[in-house]
């Protein structure tokens, strides 16, 4: 049976192969805080620097309409991070996933247009 998780874990590995860089940093970025001496660190920190860092680079995101690094790939990448390198198992503490449960959704992923604020932000402060 087709869960959630198979059509997550499928848009993260198309997301992955499209986006070299996004493994790179991650790997970069979470080596940096292993040699300052964290134990253990948030991978939602990891992933806002890559948002900083990356800006304009992701591919994916034809412009400002799309978002470039989905929060959905957030656990994806932490277990990435363990399986490369298991001396740094549990470095990104992770949960049950629980959407090797959930029935699939099949749904569309959401945009920034989805989000009626982000219009009136973009007509207000865009020009």
């Known amino acids: 049976m087709r869960t959630r998780y198979d059509e997550l874990h499928a848009a993260f590995e198309t997301y992955d192969e499209q986006n070299p860089i996004v493994w790179g940093l991650f790997v970069q970025f979470t080596f940096d805080r292993i040699r300052r001496g964290y134990q ?30 989905n929060n959905n790939l957030r656990p994806f990448y932490a277990r990435k991070f363990h399986s490369f390198f298991p001396e740094h198992a549990g470095f ?30 973009n007509r207000h402060f865009r020009s």
């Open 40 to 69: 253990h660190y948030s991978v939602n920190a990891i992933f806002e620097r890559i948002r900083w860092e990356a800006d304009g680079k992701l591919i994916g995101a034809a412009s400002v309409a799309d978002f470039k690094l």
């Open 92 to 121: 990104f503490r992770l949960r049950d996933q629980e959407s090797k449960h959930a029935p699939p959704v099949r749904r569309n992923q959401l945009r920034p247009a989805d989000f009626p604020y982000i219009q009136i932000w």
